[in-house]
């Protein structure tokens, strides 16, 4: 028994060694067959399983192999995958060649996607690895100078980052223009809700016949992002982490207390005389309010970890990421969590399931609010710099001639969101070719705000306390439907692709709030202890919109390509008789350099020509039912509740449509090393979303039609180049020009061809979106000066060192008829430039955005180079630039109007006019990074990258603001445009600079 015992544990020891003999370990490099190059990045796995590594910088891999019947994979985008039986090989070095098919590049359009090669319409693209070289804040960031037709303004240096994209300029004038962001296959409001680093491309869809499958969303242009997710046979663990301070770039010149003191009472004096009474003393304080106010090397840092792996059947990808951000003005916070989840499993050959969906968190303290002209930043530039802030108790002050800014930080508020989406989905393939994608998606926002002003504070003191609570709670879903069938005739000459689609989407919008004042306690904050109630309401409103849709794609051997498009819209927004809209559209391409006929030399590598027309439509920026006869309730009258229409109905109303004609070339030279585009346009928009005045008997002022025309015409360029191509040195280059020229044909109104919005902005007809409405600015008199009108009878007269204007009707007065129109509120030129230099372990980047032929109208100079109160007490005039200091007198004839204290007087010389109107074209360096990889020591560590980056180090501009790119935006209004390029002395950006860290595992 002894034996047969002893003799098992000998024969099971033997097999236990057989099978740890099985085991080992297999080494080697890949290379490039056509350079015999190291290729960094290769995946390498088993086949049939999940274990997987991917070369290091050197070309390098170790992989533990089960037995020797393992077959090992070699896979790389743009090559050939290779497999090699193990066998008694220890070490595999493999050379990878160029395939030819992967290489042509494909890129995402709806529904589907598209090798380059046979893409016919007007598409920019973005990549991942662009992103990787110069990590940003935001998705948004990532497009700035980067793409032909994009233009993104960041317009505020608050944190958190505020935006605006637009594609092509602007089509409407009061309805939305937004742009329409896919991601993942939906819908999203913004970009904010991922990650930079989750994303694996972005497509940017510009001409009609490339949005037309969007139908009445895409008038604005369509940006569609993918996100990333596992690889058969590839586990890769990413960590990415920055850490950085921000400052200002500029602060604003502003007068010393003495400076302050001298200007004042010299305005005092020019008013009343040399023996004037009531100037003001030798200042006891010298104030920087811009100092308190604002930090220094505000902080900004982000981490950022993701795991993806996968097999044959099962791919899947999560990230996981924590930004946090101080606003240059103090409290100003802005914290945000992000989480993604995708994941995909072939359950059978014919059958695919997938989720997409992501989380997302954010917390801000929202003081600084640009568009509040009581905020602290442009306070403290009100601000006297003779007054102290705090009394001895270091409580803010109260005066009566300004407002002081620190009582701004006296208020408590919070505003935190919350984003929850994601979409279900299952790819069905019933036969060869034949793909059925249903997909289930949804999205959930939620906003609450906190605001409570305390009974010592001052603006909650008049009501022993202040308190406002809101809530928003918007979502909506979308269940969606496509049949998408690809085949090929003629031996495989001729592909083709037939879509067809059904898709319906609902929002639903809910608001409510609540306020009260009177609290007993200090340290009692929420509206449960208020002791009145005063105000409050809760709201719900919803649409819907339903769509059926299809497409044909053919390509006839690569060189003659087409597409057709048609998409029906209905919306809930108006009656049932015109509440469908259809979209047409049609694009064709010619590879020439594919033809037989094409001379094959190294000069002209590729050479295709694109041309487009589509028609899309615009719904938004309108109410749910603007096109419905409903009424309101909560309405009162004597105290007793009812309802009643709050607007007047209009049943004609119907959609905006845009139609849009595109030409465009893609030239390839020396082997494609450089690479030009070039794409020229015209876009027409009519029957505009637009008010319309109707007579006061009607109870309304205005009423929504179909009524105006906006035109847009333009063209772009877009150069990318290899320079250099070799083992130890490349250098590449990408250049973009945009030219966009928009001009309202028909401004809608019956009685006259133009109306004025915000602050000095005109709509009229023949000239530009965003031009401006002023007074034309001479200079100023140096001796008296008198208007003669037409029939030589004299007019106003002028005192020597006060403004003169131009008077174009001749009548010798200056009134709002003598005012001319400016153009150039949006800048009709922009672009980018970029180099990337990459040196052995080393790399550079460098990137910088252009703005040429913008205007921008510095209402805050207007505010602070005034020379005087208009309409205010002697010696309470806020606080002024150092510019001010180069007013008239009759020794120094300068364009600045002297000194007064007469309101009249000043109001006269402050007009708005084009005194105040300036060039604000520039050059910035947006970013500049400097990195460094280096192969581990450490065996878990594929690769590590430590970089340091710049952003916004430095701006060429004449701008005499604080920022060419800053301008106000008017959060109540659907359509910013009309009123841009005013600068209303908001935050500037800031310049960053961050040390970072990227890791492989």
Known sequence: MKRQFLLLVFLTLLSMSEVLAQTFYVQGTVRGKSDNLTIPGVSVFIKGTTVGTITDFDGNFKIKVPSKESVIVFSYVGMKTQEFVVGDQVRIDALMAEDAINMDEVVVVGYGTVKKSEATGAISSVKSEDLAKAP???????????????????????????????????????????????????????MGNISPQDIESMEILKDAASTAIYGSRAANGVILITTKNGKAGKSSVNVNAYYGIQDLVKKPELLNAQQYVDVQNQSIINELGEGATGLLGAPKYDTDWIGLVTREHAKVQNYQTSFSSGNEKTQFYWSGSYYDQEGVIKKDQYTKYRTKLNLTHRVADWLKLGVNSFFAASESVPLSEDNSIYQPWSGAMRAQPNQPAFDENGKPIAYAGFTNPMFAFERQLTSKNTDLGGAFFADITPIEGLVWHSSVSGNIHMNRYNRYDSPSSKQGSSVNGSGYYSTTYNRDFLVENTLTYKNSLLDKSLTYTVLIGHSFQKWQFEDSYVQGQNFPSESLRWLTSAGEITNGRSYYSANALESYFSRFQFSYEGRYNMMLSLRRDASSKFRKENNSGVFPAVSLGWNASKESFFPQDILVSTLSLRASYGVTGNQSGISYASGQNLLVSGKNYNDKPGIAATSVYNPDLTWEKSRSLNAGLNLGLFEDRLTFTADGYIKKSDDLLNNVSITYESGFRTKKANVGQTQNIGFELGLVGDIIKQSDLNVSLNANFSYNKSEVVDAGKKSKDYYTTSFVSIVKEGYAIGSFDLLEYQGVADEDYVYIDKDGNEGKTVLAGNALYTDVNGDGQITSADSKVYEGGIAPIFGGLGLNVDYKNFDFHITAQYSLGKKTYNMSRKAQVAGAPIGQKKGYSRNMWTAQLDYWTPENHSDIPQLTTDSDLSAWNNKDSSRFLEDADYLRISDITLGYSFGSKVNFIKTARIYLQARNLFTLTNYSGLDPEVQYVDPSATNNKVSAGVDNGGIPNSRTFLIGLNLNF
């Open 136 to 190: 940003v804040a935001s998705v948004a960031q990532a497009l700035q100078g980067k793409a032909t037709g994009v233009q993104v303004i960041s317009t505020s240096g608050r944190a958190g980052d505020e935006t605006q994209i637009s594609l092509r300029g602007n089509g409407s004038l009061s309805a939305g223009n937004s742009v329409l962001y896919i991601i993942d296959g939906v819908s999203q409001s913004s």
